[in-house]
């Protein structure tokens, strides 16, 4: 047993160096606070750091974790993380629509923005695609239009 240099638990593995996990949350939260998450924001910028962004929001809409949202995407069906990243990472239109977001200076009417093609099924290999987020909003207002009338 080994106890925690910052706030003196006694743990079995150091997490890092001899902090216990909690402290090394927390000291990585005033970090990042501190640094404005400039290095989270740099990271989100690369291909595979938009990607990880794009799969937790997926993922915190289909676990209700949006309480506004929540009737609409809980309890749906989500494909696995290595499904979602080895789909995009391929899919010709994602890497198109990223370089385009890329020489639009992260502009976000042009960031990639998976779709559902049908809204009342997951996310899901057949039930996905990437289009930009301008045309993902104009779609989302044009079909919530329609369920109102």
Known sequence: M?????????????????????????????????KNNEITKRYEKTKKGYLVRTYRNMLNRILGILKSKQHIYKGLEILSKEQFYNFSLNDESYNLLF????????????????DRIDSDKGYLLDNIRWISFSENSSLGASSHKRRNN
Do not use: D, H, W
């Not at 910052?6 to 890092?16: A, Q």
């Not at 977001?101 to 992260?106: A, I, T």
């Open 99 to 114: 370089e385009n977001y890329q020489k639009n200076n992260y502009c976000l009417k042009f960031a990639p923005s998976i």
């Open 2 to 34: 080994i106890n925690c240099t910052s706030c003196g638990t006694l743990f079995e593995k150091p997490m890092v160096g001899r902090k216990c996990k909690p402290c090394m949350n927390k000291k990585q939260r005033e970090l990042r606070k501190l």
